[in-house]
């Protein structure tokens, strides 16, 4: 879809499967499995869908991926446990959009765990990690940098440095710091509560809008204030950061992605009875 200069599609960098209770948090399984029938593992599915996002600034092209997947580095065993679809996911994604991986010019993270950074470093000759976007920037809060350093033992699984450690030796990581308009109607906002340095992402120009909550609110079944994931480090947190989303975009036109959902990628927010949401899908 076209937001003013922007030229934004979804491109899915593949899909994988996470426990349905963990998704979920105190939501009751009769209720979530509903919705996701789980495997014989209890696994739901899962997408990653990343955004393209083209335009031009003062004669200059940007071509732009927010969140990377999974990635194709992890050994079968890992794989086999997140129910991984078949590699090669994203350049595939790219690629049908004309797009090779060395043309993305900026890559925006809305945080280091391995589901939205994985895909930013890949295998090189050699059997190390190397940056899979050899040309781009790649933006993250300096507050998830930190954390994903030092990463507290409740998350420590979901901070793999191999995803940002070759960015760094390139030289080609950035940090931000709170709120920041990296180019004209693309704005950075943090989005605390599933991790404290978490930030989502608003393409605003011509008069659209869209936005990416990214782990915020990561399906569109989480579109409903205290639908927390057993995931999110601070519950409380979460549910009013979700509270303002909701305030700028239900009954706005605001189109609104979901990294994680496998069926909705994208849609445009309403609110229903009793305090409930209703998320109308659109194609993107
Ligand atoms: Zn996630």
Partial sequence: MQIGRWDVQVVSGGTFALDGGA?????????????????????IPMGTNCLLIRGEVGGRRHVI???????????????????????????????????RTEEIT??????????????????????????????????????????GRRPHLRVR?????????????????????GPSEVLPGIRLWPAPGHIAGLQGLTVEDGGRKLLFPSDLVPTARHIQPAWCMGYDLDVVTCVNERLKFL?????????????HDPHIPAGTVHSGDR??????????
């Fill in 247 to 259: 305030a700028e975009v239900a009954d706005r036109d605001a189109v609104c992605v979901f990294y």
């Fill in 157 to 177: 699984a979901s901070y793999l440095a191999r995803n940002w450690e070759p960015l760094e030796a390139a030289g080609l990581l950035e940090t931000v710091e």
């Fill in 65 to 99: 991926l927010v969140e990377t997947g999974n990635g194709d580095k992890e050994d079968p065993d890992w794989r086999n446990r997140f129910a991984l679809g078949p590699p090669g996911a994203l350049d595939a994604a790219l690629a049908r959009h004309g797009v």
């Fill in 106 to 147: 900026l890559c925006i993270l809305t945080h280091l765990h391995f589901d939205h950074a994985g895909g930013s470093t890949r295998l090189g000759p050699e059997g190390r990690p190397v940056p899979a976007f050899p040309n781009a920037r790649h933006l993250v809060q300096r507050r998830d940098l930190e954390d």
């Fill in 275 to 284: 305090g409930r949401y209703l998320v109308r899908p659109l194609e993107i």
């Fill in 23 to 43: 998704m979920f948090g105190t939501v009751p399984k009769t209720v979530w499995s509903k919705i996701y029938p789980p495997d014989e593992e209890n696994r």
